[in-house]
Structures are given as structure tokens and as C-alpha cells.
């Protein structure tokens, strides 16, 4: 079962205490954080990305609504309300909360919020997994038949054929594509996704909506926060990913058996 990692968000130390002590209690649970403001919690949820956080809404400065707004946050990790205010129940769940503890709370009435986050999130991961396991099928699938092996570039008047294994990664370029073979660029009439659907499997990693990587040109990858990546090629170059391809780069890392 997954270890759900915990944030808790609240502006009362008391109040953080008592939750992060229960927490301790819970099996199967950490509690990676605590937060006594809003933009503390904006900051480790987008930096540690927890799968649940038990956030009071009244805080100096952001407001719980006001943290869940931030674009930064997408997707949202799974919230439990805690607050002193009934007031603020409906337009909790309209964010779609799993639950609205409300204070003063006791342990059973925590448990139960709790159990209810656990189903809810055993129910995503298992949608994840599913989706995993199609991704593999299709990755499968096509390594069964031969990728794109050569590509035609013009240079100097002349049609030349060079390995795609040869390029270290691919950049669009408006209606062309740039090559990047060590210290030699060429421009190829195609787009960069015509390229991406023709080349195995595997092969190259889509980074950016301008960049394909070569997989073997690939040293090492850094995580700059905020889900972006620098990639450190062999050929010392760094590339930047964008945070639209985050799940590329997880799914390259796991391959690898690394931390994403």
C-alpha cells in the first residue's frame, strides 16, 4: 500500500501539533511538513507535491481558497478542510475536498476523514497504474516494428541520410527542425512531431513542445523545482524542460530506476 505523505497546513501551533501527533499514530502515513501561513504551504506544496494536506482556511496572508487557486499547485493534492468556521463548508467540497474537519474535532472523527482521504487516494493510484500499464502495452506495441532509422538533410546543394541515433536531440524551428549532431546542426523539412511518431520507442524524450532528446545523450537530469527539469547531456549541453512534460521525464527516470 502507498505511504501517503502528509502537509500540515494550519496558523495555531497547537492546532498543527495535535494533527501532527495523530498523524504519528496513523499507519501507513508520514507527515513531511508543517506550515503556520499560506505562502509556506504554496511553497512545500509545490516544492515536496504531498498526496494529502490538512489545511486551515483563515491565515495571514493566503487564505486556504487563495492557495488552492495557484496554477503552480495543478494538479491538487487530495485537501482536508480543518477549521474552527462552518461557514466555508459548501464552497470547501465545491473544490472538491475530501473532507471539512471541523474544530474542535475528536480522534474518531479524524480517523474517519482520514480513512476517507486513504480511499481516495488508493482509488487515483490505482486509475495511475492502469494508465501505466496502457502506456507499456503501447511502448510494446510499437518496438515491434522498426522506428525511423535515417533522416535526409540538405547540405551545401547536396541530400545527405544521417543516423537518428547520431543526433544528441531535436529542436523545432517554425515549419523545420534543427539535428543537433555534436557540433553540426541541420535543418530538416519536417515537423517535430512527425519525427517523435515515426522514432522508436524509447529512443527519444519529448522534454519540451520544442525539444526531443536522445535518450543515450542523456548524462544526468536535475530537478529545478516547480515540476521542471535541466537535462545535462554528455556533450555538456543543458536543456531545459518545460512543466507540461513532467510525466515523460517521470516515466524515463522510473525506467531508469531513479526518483523522480
Same mark, same amino acid.
Given at each position: 500500500?502507498?505511504?501517503?505523505?502528509?502537509?500540515?497546513?494550519?496558523?495555531?501551533?497547537?492546532? #498543527?501539533?495535535?494533527?501532527?501527533?495523530?498523524?504519528?499514530?496513523?499507519?501507513?502515513?508520514? /507527515?513531511?511538513?508543517? /506550515?503556520?501561513?499560506?505562502?509556506?504551504?504554496?511553497?512545500?506544496?509545490?516544492?515536496?507535491?504531498?498526496?494529502?494536506?490538512?489545511?486551515?482556511?483563515?491565515?495571514?496572508?493566503?487564505?486556504?481558497?487563495?492557495?488552492?487557486?495557484?496554477?503552480?499547485?495543478?494538479?491538487?493534492?487530495? @485537501?482536508?478542510?480543518?477549521?474552527?468556521?462552518?461557514?466555508?463548508?459548501?464552497?470547501?467540497?465545491?473544490?472538491?475536498?475530501?473532507?471539512?474537519?471541523?474544530?474542535?474535532?475528536?480522534?474518531? #472523527?479524524?480517523?474517519?476523514?482520514?480513512?476517507?482521504?486513504?480511499?481516495?487516494?488508493?482509488?487515483?493510484?490505482?486509475?495511475?497504474?492502469?494508465?501505466?500499464?496502457?502506456?507499456?502495452?503501447?511502448?510494446?506495441?510499437?518496438?515491434?516494428?522498426?522506428?525511423?532509422?535515417?533522416?535526409?538533410?540538405?547540405?551545401?546543394?547536396?541530400?545527405?541520410?544521417?543516423?537518428?541515433?547520431?543526433?544528441?536531440?531535436?529542436?523545432?524551428?517554425?515549419?523545420?527542425?534543427?539535428?543537433?549532431?555534436?557540433? #553540426?546542426?541541420?535543418?530538416?523539412?519536417?515537423?517535430?512531431?512527425?519525427?517523435?511518431?515515426?522514432?522508436?520507442?524509447?529512443?527519444?524524450?519529448? @522534454?519540451?513542445?520544442?525539444?526531443?532528446?536522445?535518450?543515450?545523450? @542523456?548524462?544526468?537530469?536535475?530537478?529545478?523545482?516547480?515540476?521542471?527539469?535541466?537535462?545535462?547531456?554528455?556533450?555538456?549541453?543543458?536543456?531545459?524542460?518545460? #512543466?507540461?512534460?513532467?510525466?515523460? @521525464?517521470?516515466?524515463?527516470?522510473?525506467?531508469?530506476?531513479?526518483?523522480?
Amino acid at each position: 500500500m502507498k505511504v501517503i505523505r502528509a502537509l500540515v497546513v494550519d496558523d495555531e501551533p497547537l492546532a #498543527r501539533a495535535r494533527i501532527v501527533k495523530l498523524l504519528e499514530q496513523a499507519e501507513g502515513v508520514i /507527515c513531511i511538513g508543517e /506550515c503556520k501561513n499560506g505562502r509556506e504551504a504554496l511553497r512545500q506544496m509545490r516544492d515536496y507535491q504531498p498526496d494529502l494536506v490538512f489545511l486551515d482556511i483563515e491565515m495571514p496572508d493566503l487564505n486556504g481558497f487563495d492557495v488552492l487557486q495557484q496554477e503552480a499547485l495543478k494538479p491538487l493534492p487530495f @485537501i482536508i478542510f480543518v477549521t474552527a468556521y462552518d461557514q466555508y463548508a459548501l464552497k470547501a467540497f465545491d473544490v472538491h475536498a475530501v473532507d471539512y474537519l471541523l474544530k474542535p474535532y475528536d480522534d474518531d #472523527r479524524f480517523e474517519q476523514a482520514l480513512a476517507h482521504a486513504r480511499e481516495q487516494i488508493q482509488t487515483r493510484e490505482n486509475a495511475e497504474l492502469h494508465q501505466k500499464m496502457v502506456h507499456m502495452l503501447k511502448q510494446h506495441e510499437a518496438q515491434q516494428t522498426p522506428g525511423l532509422q535515417f533522416l535526409e538533410v540538405k547540405d551545401k546543394g547536396r541530400t545527405l541520410e544521417i543516423n537518428v541515433l547520431d543526433v544528441q536531440y531535436f529542436e523545432a524551428d517554425g515549419n523545420y527542425l534543427i539535428a543537433h549532431t555534436g557540433s #553540426r546542426r541541420h535543418l530538416i523539412r519536417q515537423t517535430l512531431q512527425s519525427v517523435a511518431d515515426a522514432l522508436l520507442a524509447g529512443q527519444f524524450l519529448r @522534454i519540451h513542445r520544442s525539444l526531443l532528446v536522445n535518450t543515450n545523450a @542523456i548524462e544526468r537530469v536535475q530537478y529545478d523545482g516547480n515540476n521542471q527539469y535541466t537535462l545535462h547531456l554528455h556533450s555538456g549541453q543543458a536543456l531545459a524542460s518545460s #512543466r507540461g512534460y513532467k510525466t515523460e @521525464i517521470h516515466q524515463y527516470l522510473e525506467a531508469r530506476g531513479e526518483d523522480a
